[in-house]
Nanobody, 123 residues
Framework: VQLQASGGGLVQAGDSLRLSCAAS????????MGWFRQAPGKEREFVAS????????RYADSVKGRFTISRDDAKDTVYLQMNSLQPEDTAVYYC?????????????????WGQGTQVTVSS
């Protein structure tokens, strides 16, 4: 499975961005998709995950109510809609995938990773 993340950029506090992650190489079905982020000098942290068909979603407390994860299984693409962005959301955002029906939150649970897309939020 290859994952290609896109959509990052430089925005101001309060703005919105939508990240996309396109999967290729095998069927999307049955794979949980997750978004993680890593700020400079910090460990990679969980942001959100979603199971096949969007049956289940999970969010980190820090983004709950501001970010929304969704997926289009017909297009093998997962999205992360980020609203009310804050400077502390600045990080490289990674999409990840693994075969599972659970909304996994640990980096070691995921087998496949995209290359990351930079999100910078200025105050």
């Amino acid at each position: 499975v290859q994952l290609q993340a896109s959509g990052g950029g430089l925005v101001q506090a309060g703005d919105s961005l939508r990240l996309s992650c396109a999967a290729s190489g095998r069927t999307f079905s049955g794979y949980v998709m997750g978004w993680f982020r890593q700020a400079p000098g910090k460990e990679r942290e969980f942001v959100a995950s979603i199971t096949t068909g969007g049956r289940s979603e999970r969010y980190a407390d820090s983004v709950k109510g501001r970010f929304t994860i969704s997926r289009d299984d017909a297009k093998d693409t997962v999205y992360l809609q980020m609203n009310s962005l804050q400077p502390e959301d600045t990080a490289v955002y990674y999409c990840a995938s693994t075969f599972s029906s659970f909304t996994l939150t640990k980096t070691y649970d995921y087998s496949y990773w995209g290359q990351g897309t930079q999100v910078t939020v200025s105050s």
